[in-house]
């Protein structure tokens, strides 16, 4: 994490509190461009703007808190992914968010999918994204997810484990199938944001390890299996990458081990797969690698190991995720209460409760993410004091912005707007507190379309069957 730091570990200098990197804005009304997406400003009312309607229109209409997404910044960051990388597919990995509208973007944008379970395939299926361009993930698929996927015929499955290589064999054995299969190895490569680690052991729960010569066990068993074609390799670094590093030493250690398996074996496999990971900006300190940076940076390494190995450059793919849905939406919380705390460096913290919180958006308490915000529904001339953004749970952590300047007067019944919150927000958010979840609304041209409807609490009691 970048700003991994505990609550009341603020800046000592009572003028300016907060952490080091966070500024006092000069102008508490201004956007910071890299964090929102590419259609939403602050329009001449002061309220937001975003695909071409005031967030206190769109409000009105979908209630509150509500994610809006932009899509043509959700098409344009798509775009620019294929275009960066042409000549590779690009998977775009569902698990950041999903649905059913979002699998038929992807399919008109002409990228490929991920899926990493049964739920996440039927969604796909159901939009009619074509079945050979998407990708299956997971460490644990069950039989009925496998048989799903092989039967609707994806593309590829990334095979996790020995016992899910059994278990494919089993399905297609059964039903006459075939499978396209990538085993997922880990390279001993750990990416966090700024940095990478290299590690000799891998003790986690992802992928055959390439040192301790699993990797190759298991894509020698995959070789000589009947009922399986093993078309390459697949790695997954982490998330939230800020550089190309990991990506760097990944493509090594994989680009060798296909090298190695062409020795041992004669068959040169054809894909590779570098996963994703790709980061975004949560406030003004995050600043991520362009799709075109990415990409000539990795053309360039897979280019350099291919000729190590006198091997041609495999057919090459990537996983974005989280870089392409991610910057597309905004969070829109309305706020219930606002109270000060006196700090023990004499300075003040400003909690700002919202109608939201740590159901819809777990980063924060998971993972110490950041995120920034904005009074969303007017322009304040008010100065900008420190706030805490946090929801309405019953737990101390449940918080959405750490740290964030807004205008002092900021009051009930104001809107506050969190950007780059569609990427693991929706995905994961949860009914905590019997919460229902908040609907996700796409804003294009000045119009709504609902992708997510609003959860109701009849929806929430109708799975509660006792007396
Ligand atoms: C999560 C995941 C991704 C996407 O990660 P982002 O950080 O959203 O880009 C890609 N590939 C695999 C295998 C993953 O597990």
Redesign the pocket.
Known sequence: MTHMHVAGAIHADVSSPGPQWLERPADVNALDASLWSDTTFRGSDGALVTGGMPVTTALAETGSPVYLLDEADFRRRARDFRTAFAGWDVYY?G??FLTRTIARWVAEEELFL?V?SGGELRTALLAGFPAERIGM?GNNKSSDELAAGLQAGVGRIIVDSLDEIGRIERLCELHGWHARVMVRVTPGVEAHTHEYIATAHEDQKFGFSITNGQAMVAMVRCHYSPQITLIGVHS?IG??IFDTGGFEVAARRTMKLMAQFRDATGELLPDLDL????GIAYTSDDSPSTPDELSSNLREIVALEARAHSMPVPRMSI?????IVGPSTMAVYTVGTVKPVDLESGAQRVYVSVDGGMSDNIRPALYAAEYSAALANRASHASPVLCRVVGKHCEGGDILVHDVFLPSDIRPGDLVAVPASG?YSRAMASNYNHTPRPPVVAVREGSLTTLLRRETLDDLLALDVGE
């Open positions: 990995a698990k950041a991920d990493c993930h997954h998330s939230q996963g994703g990971g790709f996983e974005p995720g989280r870089a990427a």
